[in-house]
């Protein structure tokens, strides 16, 4: 009986050795699937125009004309193309990716976008058009063989680097404690008492200053 069962469980883990993995129903797929602390440039290139970001360690991201950006902005995007996850792999009849592209809007694509890795290597992610049913976008990583899509917000934040540029928040500086603002000093008429010595005079509030 014992040698059966000795049987039995090798000829199982045999088995389970030869067969592929299946894949989790829910498992997370990911299109591109790297460390976003090896990103050192991110260029995109869109129908409106371009732009491009250099890491300055240890977390800041700046124009490449070493203006500083929004830091929020560029690494919520750095962040999501590193892990860029997918809503659903793209299945074409012959599980080949189609000699023409263009029904996908691939070629050339709508935004390209380009991560540059701190070893000198480069991820080129293509996003094209919208699906049939408007709820993602087309995207296909360069030499991966597979076209997959990916939600409506991350594509949108991508081109709005380039239309509305990451400028980082301007800071104001407060007003001096204890010093009113918008407070105007009455006028002295003629004939009234003069101001008794040692009682402070209302002063006007100084202007705001001005943002940089």
């Given at each position: 009986?014992?040698?059966?069962?000795?049987?039995?469980?090798?000829?199982?883990?045999a088995?389970?050795k030869?067969?592929?993995?299946?894949?989790?129903?829910?498992?997370?797929?990911?299109?591109l699937?790297?460390?976003?602390?090896?990103?050192?440039?991110?260029?995109?290139?869109?129908?409106?125009?371009?732009?491009?970001?250099?890491?300055?360690?240890?977390?800041?991201?700046?124009?490449?004309?070493?203006?500083?950006a929004d830091l929020?902005?560029?690494?919520?995007?750095?962040?999501?193309?590193?892990?860029?996850?997918?809503?659903?792999?793209?299945?074409?009849?012959?599980?080949?990716?189609?000699?023409?592209?263009?029904?996908?809007?691939?070629?050339?694509?709508?935004?390209t976008?380009?991560?540059?890795?701190?070893?000198?290597?480069?991820?080129?992610?293509?996003?094209?058009s919208?699906?049939?049913?408007?709820?993602?976008?087309?995207?296909m990583?360069?030499?991966?063989?597979?076209?997959?899509?990916?939600?409506?917000?991350?594509?949108?934040?991508i081109?709005?680097?380039?239309?509305?540029?990451?400028?980082?928040s301007?800071t104001?500086?407060?007003?001096?404690?204890?010093?009113?603002?918008g407070?105007?000093?009455?006028?002295?008429?003629?004939g009234?008492?003069?101001?008794?010595?040692?009682?402070?005079?209302?002063?006007?509030?100084?202007?705001?200053?001005?943002?940089?």
């Amino acid at each position: 009986m014992v040698a059966v069962f000795a049987l039995l469980a090798g000829v199982a883990f045999a088995v389970e050795k030869t067969q592929p993995a299946i894949q989790p129903e829910n498992a997370t797929v990911y299109a591109l699937d790297i460390k976003d602390t090896d990103i050192q440039r991110l260029e995109v290139i869109a129908p409106t125009g371009s732009a491009a970001f250099d890491r300055a360690e240890p977390f800041v991201w700046q124009f490449t004309s070493g203006d500083p950006a929004d830091l929020s902005r560029v690494s919520s995007v750095i962040n999501r193309l590193a892990k860029l996850r997918s809503s659903a792999k793209v299945n074409f009849p012959s599980d080949k990716l189609p000699a023409d592209l263009s029904p996908y809007a691939m070629e050339p694509a709508s935004i390209t976008t380009t991560l540059t890795m701190k070893d000198g290597s480069s991820k080129v992610v293509r996003f094209g058009s919208k699906t049939p049913n408007d709820a993602a976008y087309y995207v296909m990583v360069e030499g991966s063989g597979e076209m997959h899509t990916v939600n409506t917000l991350l594509v949108g934040d991508i081109e709005k680097l380039v239309t509305d540029p990451p400028l980082p928040s301007p800071t104001t500086t407060p007003a001096a404690a204890g010093t009113p603002r918008g407070t105007p000093t009455p006028p002295t008429g003629e004939g009234e008492p003069a101001q008794a010595e040692g009682t402070p005079t209302p002063t006007i509030g100084l202007p705001a200053p001005s943002l940089n």
